[in-house]
């Protein structure tokens, strides 16, 4: 009876841990997917990389550009991306990224004081700016004022 008693409690043990590490792992392979379909779709928001480089060798050359300052881990970044972006190209704007964790230095150099932020140039200078997350309209009126500049 003893004998049993131990092999009993041997056997459900056994099953806790099997069923335990099964959890585990599913919510691990769940956490992978999740991470990986999120890298994809930012990588589609953040597709149009500009370097330092690209946007003062274009504002010496007096081009025009619409450059949206990011963070990757930004959480307001993280929601009005799929909804800028998207709209910038809808209303047929050329919007470019640089991403700011990459180049620290834009920060001071661009007088940028927070994230999200979009801004204008035309002739090599700034012309105008939107700073923070507002809603979809706040920026569908912002890119339509662009759109009478251009």
């Known amino acids: 009876m003893k004998k049993m008693l131990i092999f009993s409690i041997i056997v459900v043990c056994t099953m806790i841990l099997f ?30 990389q500009l370097t330092l480089d690209q946007l003062q060798t274009a504002l010496q050359n007096k081009e025009e550009k619409i450059v949206y300052f990011y963070k990757p881990n930004c959480p307001y970044c993280e929601e009005v991306s799929p909804l800028i972006v998207p709209m910038a190209k809808k209303e047929n704007l050329d919007l470019e990224v640089l991403n700011l964790d990459s180049y620290k230095e834009g920060w001071s150099h661009y007088k940028i004081e927070g994230t999200p932020t979009i801004v204008h140039y035309k002739g090599g200078k700034e012309v105008n700016r939107i700073v923070g997350a507002t809603d979809e309209n706040g920026y569908l009126e912002w890119f339509r004022s662009l759109k009478k500049t251009i």
């Open 19 to 48: 069923f335990l590490f099964q959890k585990e792992k599913f919510t691990n392979d769940k956490e992978v997917v999740k991470s990986q379909m999120s890298e994809n779709e930012s990588e589609n928001y953040y597709s149009k």
